[in-house]
């Protein structure tokens, strides 16, 4: 194959457009275009055109939002290379660099932390871990026990971190996003400069941290240059998702943008709760003059009405780029607006029309359930459990973040790092007699001791842990000298921490079962530390999501919160619960930005459909008790649906017959939801 006829074959499939950027030169490169108009697949046709340019794979940085998104992208890079050389890969043993900003700036501050005197064996803190630390510290300053009350460890950790990432001051951040905890700055400012201080002495980095140090390794001279010069090519996915940290990183890798491509789409970013800024894509052009910016306007992945509908969500917006997305997939039917009577008829509905697409021949993996909240989705599992139907959820509360691994893995941490405080206290309180109180003290020594044991081993127990002591300091001692396999390491943890997690749990059994399946998997990881961190960086959702891409012949139906659900395409796609309170969520609906975030949000679910959309909203609710007075409360339609949107969409009302079966009806013309509200109720009263 002449040079000329295989870059052809790279480029083979895409439109001028996608070509045009997929082969674009050194100069800095915006791509920014609407939801399925091949960004990413544009970006992957141009990691392998790169390549197939002669450009190092290894000195190509590709940055992603999860590690799947990273994997899978340079799986198909690897297939488009493999196709040109006639079945061998060239990638495979020179892999590109592919991960989220967090993975690399933890790999890059392995190999150059040193520099900026930042100690190698560092640990990484989660979220979870990070507030607990902050609690430490909020405790120890006495500013839980003030008259006032003092902003929770969550909210704490929020302020800090949106300080950090979005690279403002305390004072203007408080007024702006936490104007009730104003009166505060003076002890939050000595809350976190201790918090700080806590975290060096431990040698623990937050997520925060990791860009915060990536930064500052770029700032610094020598390692700065070290490191610019690694790479000849950078390229971003999701960029509308970055904040400004992000940002700073990637104009101190290319500073004249030279080798910079960036993607992304405006009327899809959902992260500003965490100080993401759509300011770095429009504001691309002007701190990078030279760039190229590309559109692409047509919609590869929707039905003509279904995209309709999309785009007329979107429409309300107030401020974005105007897109013309069109799509040449006409026919299809109109998505479906189904008004349920409740919870239970919603959750019918769904598992009704998820068997039908399985009869006509869609397989579950390719439909999916979204919604606003991890909790939204509680009885639809309950229900489809019941019934043996297969699923996945992404989104919410992670396997790896349950309390017994998190117990489990920190003995690890601890091994690893003697100095982690969070960790170590985590161990030490699962002993009788030990409390929040000793176990400071306990790791103070360590501490002081420059972490050898041997002043544990020395300290006198209490009585109820007389027996217990011993065998922790052993078992510890055991799993730093590294000596055994990472396999047998997790099982001497396990046969120390069973009988206490029988005592702790109520049932103990499936746990037990979790922590088993841990310590199989853990042959896949290279070390301790590599299982550490990628289990803190990307948490694995289930055990089976821990196992690596599920077999072929695995058929489940995927539930996915919206945010977990970005830049994935199913056949079919459930939005539940679209009802005001939930989507907006009334957790959200303080400004109108965020208001506007969360017409984003349901834009970019509408828009991961690409045959069948069927939107529910379910009218009356059962609240928890507690919450309110009354245990059921009655809800409206999402306010992102206006009679205008709601023509694009073929509406339905929904409700459990007297048989205890679904029904349902059309509804003929466009009514308001109070409407549909008597409508659903007259037929049954
Ligand atoms: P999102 O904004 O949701 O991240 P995206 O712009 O990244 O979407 P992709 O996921 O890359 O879009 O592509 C959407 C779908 O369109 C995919 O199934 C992809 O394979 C397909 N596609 C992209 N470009 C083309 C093309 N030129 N011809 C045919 N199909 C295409
Ligand atoms: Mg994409």
């Known amino acids: 194959m002449s040079q000329l006829e295989a870059e052809d074959d790279i480029l083979s499939g895409l439109n001028p457009q996608q070509r045009e950027a997929a082969s674009h030169g050194e100069g800095p490169l915006l791509i920014v275009a609407g939801a399925g108009t ?101 405790t ?53 400069d201790a918090y700080l201080d806590r975290k060096e002495a431990a040698a623990v980095l937050d997520y925060d941290d990791l860009l915060l140090y990536w930064d500052a390794l770029l700032a610094d001279e020598e390692a700065g240059e070290r490191v610019r010069a690694r790479f000849d090519c950078v390229l971003v996915d999701e960029y509308q998702d970055t904040n400004s940290l992000q940002a700073s990183i990637l104009a101190r890798l290319c500073p004249t943008g030279r080798g910079l491509t960036v993607v992304g789409d405006d009327a899809q970013s959902i992260y500003g709760f965490r100080a993401a800024t759509v ?62 009577e409740n919870e239970q008829d919603q959750t019918e509905s769904v598992i009704r029309r998820i068997l039908q697409r399985r009869e006509e021949g869609i397989d579950l993996r390719r439909q999916a359930v979204l919604f606003r909240a991890s909790h939204h989705s509680i009885m639809l599992e309950a229900e489809l459990t019941g019934r043996n139907i297969p699923f996945h959820k992404y989104g919410g509360l992670k396997f790896v973040e349950t309390a017994h691994v998190k117990d489990l893995m920190a003995f690890l941490r601890l091994a690893e790092n003697p100095r982690d405080l969070v960790a170590g206290s985590r161990v030490l309180v699962l002993l009788p007699g030990i409390g929040p109180k000793r176990s400071r003290a306990l790791m103070q020594l360590l501490v002081e001791s420059g972490g050898s044991l041997e002043p544990w081993r020395s300290w006198t127990p209490p009585l109820a842990a007389a027996s217990e002591w011993p065998r922790l300091v052993e078992l510890l001692e055991e799993l730093r000298g590294g000596e055994q396999g990472l396999p047998a390491q997790i099982h001497a943890v396990r046969a120390f921490y069973e009988p206490i997690l029988l005592e702790k749990y109520d049932n103990p059994a499936p746990r037990s079962r979790d922590l088993e399946q841990v310590e199989q998997l853990s042959s896949r990881y290279a070390d301790r530390q590599a299982m550490l961190v990628e289990l803190t960086l990307d948490p694995p959702s289930s055990t089976q999501d821990l196992a690596g891409p599920p077999q072929l012949d695995e058929d489940y139906l995927v539930l996915s919160t919206i945010h977990s659900a970005k830049g994935l395409e199913w056949d079919s796609v459930f939005v539940i619960h679209a009802v005001d309170g939930n989507i907006p969520s009334d957790m959200a609906t303080g400004s109108p930005e965020e208001i506007e975030e969360e017409l984003r949000l349901l834009y970019v679910a509408l828009s991961r459909a690409e045959n069948f959309l069927c939107v529910t909203c379910p009218l009356s609710y059962y609240y928890s008790p507690g919450r309110w007075s009354d245990a059921h409360g009655f809800a409206q339609m999402t306010r992102f649906l206006p009679p205008h949107v709601r023509k694009l969409f073929r509406e339905c009302v929904s409700w459990i017959g007297g048989d205890g079966a679904g029904e349902e009806a059309e509804i003929v013309t466009g009514l308001s939801s109070e409407a549909i509200r008597r409508q659903t109720k007259d037929l049954w009263s």
């Not at 300080?163 to 403002?168: G, I, P, S």
């Open 279 to 340: 300011r770095n894509i429009l504001d691309f052009p002007k701190q990078y003059p030279a760039a190229t910016i590309v559109h692409l306007e047509q919609n590869y992945r929707s039905t003509q009405p279904i995209l309709a509908a999309a785009n007329a969500v979107i429409g309300q917006a107030r401020e974005r780029y105007q897109k013309q997305l069109w799509s040449d997939r006409s026919g299809g039917d109109k998505p479906l607006l189904v008004t349920c």
């Open 38 to 138: 091949g960004k990413t697949a544009t970006l992957v046709h141009r990691v392998a055109w790169l390549i197939g340019q002669g450009i190092d794979p290894r000195r190509i940085l590709l940055l992603t939002f999860t590690r799947r998104a990273a994997g899978e992208m340079l799986r198909r890079v690897d297939r488009i290379l493999a196709r040109q050389a006639g079945g061998g890969s060239l990638v495979r043993d020179a892999r590109v660099w592919g991960g989220t900003f967090h993975a690399i700036a933890t790999r890059l501050l392995r190999l150059y932390g040193k520099s900026i005197g930042l100690a190698a064996g560092f640990t990484i803190h989660d979220r979870s871990d990070s507030e607990d630390l902050l609690n430490v510290v909020r």
């Open 140 to 192: 120890e300053l006495g500013l839980a026990k003030t008259d006032k009350r003092f902003p929770k460890k969550g909210t704490c950790m929020s302020i800090y971190s949106r300080c950090v990432n979005a690279r403002q001051r305390l004072a203007p951040v408080l007024k702006r996003h936490f104007p009730w905890c104003e009166d505060w700055e003076d002890e939050l400012k000595r809350l976190f």
